[in-house]
């Protein structure tokens, strides 16, 4: 008995492990990851204005002023500079 016992005790620290970590996972990291993909995917498909006049600079890293392809409202987004 004290063999089982010990068995659905570690099968419960088990299953409230991989609780926790999927809440954390699923709560903190996955937007983030979400966000970037949908930011990256954006950008990909944005008509950006490169130009020297047109970049800013933010904590060393450039931005290019963008459109988004086919989007009629004029909304702006900031993709990476890569040239």
Do not use: H
């Not at 996972?25 to 006049?53: I, M």
């Amino acid at each position: 008995m004290k063999e089982a016992t010990g068995e659905l005790n570690t099968t419960l620290i088990v299953v409230i492990s991989v609780a926790i970590l999927s809440a954390f996972f699923f709560g903190v990291l996955w937007p983030q990851l979400n966000n970037n993909f949908k930011r990256e995917s954006q950008c990909k498909q944005a008509l950006c204005d490169c130009s020297d006049t047109a970049r800013t600079n933010r904590d060393g890293i450039e931005y290019c002023s963008c459109t988004i392809k086919g989007d009629t409202s004029g909304d702006k987004i900031e993709c990476v500079y890569k040239g």
